[in-house]
């Protein structure tokens, strides 16, 4: 997949008492827009419990570069950054663009995969593996050596 970024339709509900998008939509739009690229390429909420796997969140952090207003017309991508070799631990970047091209917001994520019902790690199977490899990567993607600390 070379690519992948999902215009977002702004809500008035997204929007604070200071007339711009409040800070906790950016994560809402970024959790939105990597379900999206799962479901896409076939990780549907169905097959991730057929696999009884899930992804989790260790880290999420959001940098805002400019106001985005109800009128802005917004995008927003989703690039892998770094990962092991396996895929059982992440991170995934995602901009949030405005319509002219400007980056309004940079969110950086560290995940991993968790097995539903033992309530631990996980490694992910081969199909997740394989959705996974495919991702856009950043220009500046790393493969984490797991023996490294």
């Not at 991730?48 to 260790?58: A, D, M, R, T, V």
């Amino acid at each position: 997949m070379e690519n992948f970024n999902i215009p977002i339709q702004i809500r008035w509900s997204d929007i604070d008492q200071n007339r711009h998008l409040r800070h906790s939509a950016y994560y809402d739009y970024g959790a939105m827009v990597r379900i999206s690229c799962f479901t896409e390429q076939g990780l549907t909420t169905m097959k991730l419990e057929e696999l009884n796997i899930g992804p989790i969140l260790f880290r999420e952090e959001a940098i805002f570069k400019r106001e985005i207003k109800y009128e802005d017309k917004i995008s927003v991508d989703l690039q892998l950054l770094k990962s092991l070799p396996d895929f059982s631990r992440w991170s995934i970047r995602h901009h949030i663009y405005k319509e002219d091209k400007t980056l309004a917001a940079i969110l950086n994520l560290d995940g991993a995969w968790i097995n539903i019902a033992k309530r631990k790690l996980a490694v992910p199977d081969p199909f997740i593996q394989k959705i996974f490899a495919d991702f856009p990567k950043s220009e500046n993607f790393e493969w984490v050596d797991p023996l490294k600390k």
